[in-house]
């Protein structure tokens, strides 16, 4: 019988992880030796068969350091800049052309202050326009992004509130 019960809450309760899940991974900075946390969240799908996630980590540098995120693909991008648009939750759409970093997977487009507007989100909406390529539409949930910032301390920057919504 408790197998039966078992066996019919497997079909009414989904057993698998939230997607707004942020993951913290921990490195030792080879110049500083310190370590840090980077966190990230993977995009709900793929688009055109390249998957993506956000990527939260701290720039430590007194002039440009803080917060930032970026996209990361599975895939290489042409050198250069790309336009690229995002919404988080409702609010108006903002468009940027920017660098592709120099590993030709990533995009940092949220910097500093900009990076705690994801600490109350739920969703962060993200279309890129890569050169040469077929434009690119990813969906993040964005739930717990509070949790998130606050694993990736920032020195000499201000800490988001731990008042925000998880």
Not at 11 to 35: E, G, H, Q
Not at 37 to 46: D, E, G, H, L
Not at 107 to 135: K, Y
Request: net charge positive; glycine share 6%.
């Amino acid at each position: 019988m408790r197998f039966l019960v078992a066996f019919v809450l497997g079909f009414l309760v989904p057993s698998t992880p939230a997607l707004s899940d942020w993951k913290i991974d921990r490195f030792k900075d080879r110049m500083t030796d310190r370590a840090a946390n980077i966190a990230s969240v993977t995009a709900k799908a793929p688009s055109s068969g390249i998957s993506a996630q956000l990527q939260l980590e701290c720039l430590e540098d007194e002039l440009v350091g803080g917060w930032q995120v970026s996209a990361v693909l599975s895939a290489k991008m042409t050198r250069g800049r790309l336009g690229l648009s995002f919404r988080i939750d409702d609010n108006p759409v903002e468009a940027r052309i920017l660098p592709v970093s120099t590993d030709l997977r990533s995009i940092p487009f949220l910097f500093g202050r900009q990076a705690i507007d994801l600490e109350r989100s739920r969703r962060l909406r993200l279309q890129l326009h890569p050169t040469g390529g077929p434009v690119l539409f990813y969906e993040f949930e964005t739930n717990g992004a509070a949790r998130a910032l606050r694993a990736v301390p920032c020195n000499n920057h201000s800490p988001p509130s731990t008042t925000g919504t998880e």
